[in-house]
T-cell receptor, first 114, second 115 residues
Framework: SAVISQKPSRDICQRGTSLTIQCQVDSQVTMMFWYRQQPGQSLTLIATANQGSEATYESGFVIDKFPISRPNLTFSTLTVSNMSPEDSSIYLC???????????FGSGTRLTVV | DQQVKQNSPSLSVQEGRISILNCDYTNSMFDYFLWYKKYPAEGPTFLISISSIKDKNEDGRFTVFLNKSAKHLSLHIVPSQPGDSAVYFCAASSKLTSGTYKYIFGTGTRLKVLA
């Protein structure tokens, strides 16, 4: 399995500002996935990040709002831009380790926008 | 449209008894299913999985049952322990053309095991 380090673990941000979340994996992986869990909701896939190409966004999510970087096979960032209170969620990065079918998740970033 | 549903948001069970968590799905193309456990302030951790070619998979105290005709799966925990208290998510997937899997998660069931 893979070990994922995600930071920050939590933050309280002013509306209109941006926050960048970092995700570091201890092994090389082709794809990294970014999820959001809004209060009382399921985990929703935001986008899939491939190294060397633009991220693939799910319906309802756009690059201007959630820009993603994937500079190498072990690291990715997700930025939540121009935040509003509706962006208050837990954001999770995840990978599917080689030889595995299921995700390994980071510990998550709990974001509160005030 | 929620393709994966966990209709019970919470469940309380006495220690030592069986916990049964249920999950329904709508997409007959799903061919792999997983259960995750999530403690507060932590990311979800993988618990157990089942392929659509099976109807049961067992791992220690945890057993997952799959009823494809009913599009229903369940997670049984026997015996339940206080440390099992967490939120449990089921997830279903189908294989993408890229060869990887894309997962759809349910809304979760909060299990509380009472000592």
């Amino acid at each position: 399995s893979a070990v994922i380090s995600q930071k920050p673990s939590r933050d309280i941000c002013q509306r209109g500002t941006s926050l960048t979340i970092q995700c570091q994996v201890d092994s090389q992986v082709t794809m990294m996935f970014w999820y959001r869990q809004q209060p009382g909701q399921s985990l929703t896939l935001i986008a899939t990040a491939n190294q060397g190409s633009e991220a693939t966004y799910e319906s309802g999510f756009v690059i201007d709002k959630f820009p993603i970087s994937r500079p190498n096979l072990t690291f990715s960032t997700l930025t939540v831009s121009n935040m509003s209170p509706e962006d208050s969620s837990i954001y999770l990065c995840s990978v599917i380790p080689p030889g595995s079918y299921g995700y390994t998740f980071g510990s998550g970033t709990r974001l509160t926008v005030v | 449209d929620q393709q994966v549903k966990q209709n019970s948001p919470s469940l309380s069970v006495q220690e030592g008894r069986i916990s049964i968590l249920n999950c329904d799905y709508t997409n007959s193309m799903f061919d792999y299913f997983l259960w995750y456990k999530k403690y507060p302030a932590e990311g979800p951790t993988f618990l157990i999985s089942i392929s659509s070619i099976k109807d049961k998979n067992e791992d220690g105290r945890f057993t997952v049952f799959l009823n494809k005709s009913a599009k229903h799966l369940s997670l049984h925990i026997v015996p339940s322990q206080p440390g099992d208290s967490a939120v449990y998510f089921c997830a279903a997937s189908s294989k993408l053309t890229s060869g990887t899997y894309k997962y759809i998660f349910g809304t979760g069931t909060r299990l509380k095991v009472l000592a």
